[in-house]
């Protein structure tokens, strides 16, 4: 499918999606979609479950922390089509939060874990929201934020 062709069909399915036609450039010509996070799950699942999609692979799923909001990028291929797209979602700074995509793509699991304990993002409905890699106690510390202090290492971004 032509990267057109990917645009018409995700705009028939989710009107409210726009492109970023500036950074395709970074990407190697993958469409980019900027979706509300309230529009997520209804993305994911049509990326997932329609056959002329078939985005079945999720290879990468991480956070941006761009100061004045969060960025949500996941990038996804179809193994059957032969097709990338990149996903991306602003959540709000001080509360972020997105459905996850867990119970679609399983390598989300780990993921959204290490993107919740990294930057404090809530990922609505995980089966199993808690620390992957930090010890006990960095609960909310998140230390992947730019407002991240580190009174013992002097860390500040």
Same mark, same amino acid.
């Given at each position: 499918?032509?990267?057109?062709?990917?645009?018409?069909?995700?705009?028939?399915? !989710? $009107?409210?999606?726009?492109?970023?036609?500036?950074?395709?450039?970074?990407?190697? /010509?993958?469409?980019?979609?900027?979706?509300? $996070?309230?529009?997520?799950?209804? !993305?994911?699942?049509?990326?997932?479950?329609?056959?002329?999609?078939?985005?079945?692979? !999720?290879?990468?799923?991480?956070?941006?922390?761009?100061?004045?909001?969060?960025?949500?990028?996941?990038?996804?291929?179809?193994?059957?089509?032969?097709?990338?797209?990149?996903?991306?979602?602003?959540?709000?700074?001080?509360?972020?939060?997105?459905?996850?995509?867990?119970? +679609?793509?399983?390598?989300?699991?780990?993921?959204?874990?290490?993107?919740?304990?990294?930057? /404090?993002?809530?990922?609505?409905?995980?089966?199993?929201?808690?620390?992957? +890699?930090?010890?006990?106690?960095?609960?909310?510390?998140?230390?992947?934020?730019?407002?991240?202090?580190?009174?013992?290492?002097?860390?500040?971004?």
């Amino acid at each position: 499918m032509t990267r057109e062709a990917l645009q018409t069909k995700i705009l028939e399915l !989710l $009107p409210a999606a726009t492109f970023d036609e500036a950074a395709d450039t970074n990407t190697n /010509g993958w469409p980019i979609i900027n979706v509300a $996070p309230a529009n997520w799950p209804v !993305l994911a699942r049509h990326l997932y479950f329609n056959e002329t999609l078939h985005f079945d692979f !999720l290879f990468c799923l991480t956070c941006v922390d761009w100061k004045t909001h969060l960025g949500m990028v996941y990038h996804l291929t179809s193994t059957l089509h032969r097709h990338n797209i990149v996903v991306k979602a602003k959540l709000n700074n001080d509360t972020p939060e997105i459905e996850s995509v867990s119970s +679609i793509w399983q390598t989300a699991n780990f993921h959204e874990r290490e993107v919740y304990e990294m930057f /404090g993002v809530q990922f609505i409905h995980h089966p199993d929201l808690r620390l992957l +890699i930090l010890p006990d106690g960095w609960e909310g510390r998140n230390p992947l934020r730019k407002d991240f202090e580190d009174p013992v290492n002097m860390i500040r971004l």
